[in-house]
């Protein structure tokens, strides 16, 4: 992320000043959301969420160019999203909603044993019975909009 957010506030700094981060979570923090709940954030998702618990601008420049009006969800409100993905379209699975642009979604679906890595799937809507994932992790997602830059 830091190698992104770099090459924003050097080459675009217009856009740099229009995105919103809300402050990082601490790891207590973080470990709250485990409450109740059956899953474990992976490393890397750990990591996001120490970084900023979300925030709105324009983060990813897209294939064709573009930098859209983006979301990226605080992590209380990702897991709400994927809860009501769950309970809509597929009880057993645990599902955590990262961002969003114009209707499309990027997700991860949250193990249940410890791993580094979160598959990264997109969508416009989400289909989890047929999906499969982007990006086999989201450092591979960023790595992919580093080359972009």
Same mark, same amino acid.
């Given at each position: ?41 992976? !490393?890397?998702?750990? #990591?996001?969420? %120490? ?6 601008? @324009?983060?990813?420049? *897209? ?44 997700? !991860?679906?949250?193990? #249940?044993?410890? %791993? ?6 997109? @969508?416009?809507?989400? *289909? ?22």
């Amino acid at each position: 992320m830091n190698q992104i957010v770099g090459w924003i506030e050097d080459n675009n700094s217009e856009e740099w000043n229009r995105i919103r981060l809300d402050t990082g979570l601490s790891h207590a923090q973080i470990q709250h959301f485990y409450e109740g709940n059956s899953f474990i954030f992976p !490393t890397e998702i750990v #990591d996001l969420y %120490q970084w900023h618990d979300g925030g709105n601008g @324009s983060f990813f420049i *897209d294939a064709h160019g573009i930098y859209g009006d983006q979301h990226f969800n605080s992590l209380g409100w990702g897991l709400s999203c994927g809860e009501d993905w769950s309970r809509d379209y597929c009880p057993d699975k645990k599902i955590l909603a990262l961002f969003a642009c114009e209707d499309v979604y990027w997700w !991860t679906i949250l193990p #249940d044993t410890s %791993q580094e890595a979160a598959p990264i799937y997109v @969508s416009d809507e989400p *289909d989890f019975d047929t999906c499969s994932p982007n990006y086999p992790s989201l450092t591979a997602m960023l790595e992919e909009m580093i080359q972009r830059l």
